[in-house]
């Protein structure tokens, strides 16, 4: 167990109360009017426990989907929804 706080840029939170996680396709929070570009990553811990799909964020293939072998190191993602946000993944560095 850790207590460092992850943030994952898959992520992002908006200012509602409840459902204020939105994936980075999302650009904007239809209820809060929050926008991605000024608000902040959500942590990772917070992306789990809502049931939400992280992939992690240093492995950008998608093979870990069967493959097993490379999900072997991952400890708090769900390697099976891999394929949903793979497309709008850009593994380069992202500030
Ligand atoms: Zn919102």
Do not use: F
């Amino acid at each position: 167990m850790s207590n460092e706080i992850v943030l994952t840029s898959k992520y992002w939170d908006c200012e509602c109360a409840e459902n204020y996680i939105h994936p980075r396709s999302v650009s904007s929070c239809a209820i809060c009017k929050s926008r991605r570009s000024e608000q902040p990553q959500s942590r990772v811990n917070e992306v789990v426990a809502h049931g939400l799909p992280l992939m992690p964020a240093r492995r950008p293939t998608p093979l870990a989907l069967d493959g097993g072998d490379s999900a072997a190191s991952e400890q708090l993602s769900t390697p099976e929804v891999l394929s949903t946000l793979q497309g709008e993944s850009t593994p380069a560095h992202r500030k």
